[in-house]
């Protein structure tokens, strides 16, 4: 059974800084390329960044210079870093399993139950 469980998430102001982590389990992790999504009320589900299975990374244009991401394959674990936060991030953040590929939009295999990250001003 694949389990996605992030963790991380919280309240922070802006220009302040959080890290999520996704720890996955019941899955060959090296073989799946990891992405972190986000949702805002009333929103769309976004892509916000991927990284492949052998580390090639992509990042929406919104989080470009200010996001992260990072795996650790011994660890089974995927990290997002998030700087200079602005209350526009505010959402719930997903972390989505997929076989070898990153892809921007929902079509991955696994997702996580999501962690809440609010920004206020």
């Known amino acids: 059974q694949v389990q996605l469980v992030e963790s991380g998430g919280g309240l922070v102001q802006a220009g302040g800084s959080l890290r999520l982590s996704c720890a996955a389990s019941?899955?060959?992790?090296?073989?799946?390329?990891m992405g972190w999504f986000r949702q805002a009320p009333g929103k769309e589900r976004e892509f916000v960044v991927g990284?492949?299975?052998?580390?090639?990374?992509y990042y929406a244009d919104s989080v470009k210079g200010r996001f992260t991401i990072s795996r650790d394959n011994a660890k089974n674990t995927v990290y997002l870093q998030m700087n200079s936060l602005k209350p526009e991030d505010t959402a719930v953040y997903y972390c989505?399993?997929?076989?070898?590929?990153?892809?921007?939009?929902?079509?991955?295999?696994?997702w996580g139950q999501g962690t809440q990250v609010t920004v206020s001003l």
């Open positions: 019941g899955l060959t992790f090296s073989t799946y390329a």
């Open positions: 990284i492949s299975w052998n580390g090639i990374t």
């Open positions: 989505a399993a997929r076989w070898r590929t990153i892809v921007l939009g929902t079509d991955y295999d696994y």
